[in-house]
């Protein structure tokens, strides 16, 4: 058998939008994830359906899986001939053993490659409006480890070269030896009124922004009850963040919402809410699987032609491309049942009208081209089915960490279908959904919705009167 081959990737600091265009491509390929808790759970949203994807912990005290047996499962996976990503936080290199994983994986003679990420070290700090190097401040940069394997647990770098050399230090997850870091740094020569930052969870909703100063730092830490994963940074830098903070400024920052799909389309709603600083689950996720129904050969005898699907559009046509079907003997009558579908129709030269299927002219006469969902109950009208859709179960996976996590605090239902969406993921993931919902911000689009979700035992906190991304996110602020 083929030797597979492990690609150790750098999932970036938090963000899910900051791992790089290579580290995505090999997670999209990928047939086993190995992942650390610092990855943010919606990357697993992009793992191929059939991936495993096996969850390694790693607390900064305790792991989930022993990093022997993590560099182990690397070498037995690949052996099996598979594409194996460890998707670890950051960037593999920068404190993330990768340099242990790889001389693992070359004593077994397994090919891999290194796939570099975005480090919290400069991430941490650029979110919170700060750069490690400025023309007017600091001129060198030092990334250092805060927790070593030492007895005691405390870094033990050159604390006076660090003090006397370094304009900016990075100190990672070093909040339980925040106080030593502090000593030693005064020790060695730097002010006391050296300006410090200290970012929680930096770059994701989650992020916590402490300022202080050398003196003053480890008790307003502690007043904040501040925990790893946390970004310590020393330097006259750090005095910049009240004047260039931008990203807690965003006016969702903080959200994390959960927008129910009842469909596969990509909608404008994450979008709008990522652009206005929330972090935003769409799922479940869908995939197609295309119909076996053969398109009839007297499409043409129709007066008229009905879409129902978004889909089918392009499969119809792919259809018609595969038969050497010229597309001028269509009837001349075709429509669609959603604006969406309307327009996907104007890419090929069909411009026509939204309309409803209760409408439709000589309905003797006319297919109704749609998915098998969309087409069911249809009675009074030909069909022809293109694909189905079933979903996807990679979205179990991510709502697992997610709810783990306790991650999501709202809950976008844009129609009544997508209650028993809901409902329905949550219970293949163990959680009951009228308790789980209780202390989240539920949002309906319009009163039907609204009736529907209350009639199933959950709390609506807020209706749109006009369902649109404007009135949702100006919803959603006011509940900061």
């Not at 941490?124 to 600091?138: C, D, E």
């Not at 927790?147 to 997850?173: C, R, V």
């Not at 925990?227 to 330097?235: C, D, E, H, R, S």
């Not at 087409?375 to 030909?382: D, F, K, M, P, R």
């Amino acid at each position: 058998m083929k030797t597979g081959k492990v690609y150790l990737v750098g999932a970036g600091p938090g963000d899910a939008g900051l791992i790089t265009v290579r580290g995505l491509d090999c997670l999209e390929k990928a047939d086993v994830v190995l992942y650390d808790r610092l990855v943010n759970p919606l990357l697993l949203e992009r793992v191929n359906e059939e991936a495993e994807c096996i969850y390694c912990g790693k607390l900064p005290d305790r792991h989930h899986l022993r990093q022997e047996a993590i560099q182990q499962l690397l070498i037995d996976k690949a052996k099996e001939g598979l594409r194996v990503v460890r998707l670890k936080g950051g960037d593999p290199g920068m404190f993330g053993r990768a340099g242990e994983e790889a001389e693992a994986l070359v004593d077994a003679g397994i090919t891999y490659e290194m796939v570099p990420g975005i480090t919290a070290g400069m991430a941490a700090p650029l979110y919170a409006g700060v750069p490690v190097t400025h023309r007017n401040f600091s001129g060198s940069f030092a990334a250092v480890t805060g927790h070593t394997k030492a007895e005691n647990g405390q870094p033990s770098p050159n604390w006076k070269a660090l003090a006397e050399g370094i304009d900016t230090i990075a100190f990672y997850m070093g909040m339980r030896n925040l106080e030593t870091i502090v000593e030693q740094l005064t020790t060695y020569g730097k002010s006391p009124h050296t300006p410090v930052l200290t970012v929680e969870w930096g770059t994701t909703g989650r992020q916590r922004t402490i300022e202080g100063t050398l003196s003053t730092i480890k008790e307003k830490a502690d007043e904040a009850n501040v925990k790893n994963p946390a970004m310590t940074l020393v330097g006259e830098v750090a005095s910049l963040h009240q004047h260039l903070n931008w990203f807690e400024k965003k006016p969702l920052f903080g959200q994390f919402v959960w927008v129910v799909k009842t469909s596969s389309f990509p909608g404008e709603i994450a979008k709008v809410l990522r652009e206005n600083g929330a972090e935003v689950l769409e799922a479940p996720c869908y995939l197609f699987n295309k119909s076996s129904d053969t398109l009839p050969d007297e499409v043409s005898h129709y007066h008229s032609l009905y879409f129902n699907a978004f889909e089918s559009v392009s499969y119809f046509f792919d259809m018609l491309k595969e038969r050497q079907i010229d597309i001028r003997f269509l009837p001349k009558n075709i429509s669609g049942s959603t604006q969406r579908i309307v327009d996907k129709l104007a890419e090929y030269g069909i411009f026509t009208e939204k309309q409803n299927i209760q409408n439709i002219d000589n309905p003797d006469y006319c297919l109704c081209i749609g998915s098998e969902e969309s087409l069911s109950g249809i009675t009074n009208l030909s069909c022809y089915c293109t694909h189905t859709v079933i979903k996807s179960s990679k979205t179990r996976k991510t709502l697992d960490r997610l709810i783990q996590d306790d991650l999501i605090n709202s809950v976008v239902l844009p129609s009544s279908k997508a209650i028993n969406t809901v409902i329905e993921e949550l219970y293949n993931a163990g959680v009951s959904a009228v308790e789980w919902l209780s202390n989240k911000t539920i949002i309906c689009y319009g009163p039907h919705t609204k009736e529907a979700a209350i009639a199933k035992g959950l709390t609506v906190h807020s209706t749109l009167t006009s369902p649109n991304s404007i009135e949702l996110v100006s919803t959603l602020r006011s509940d900061l």
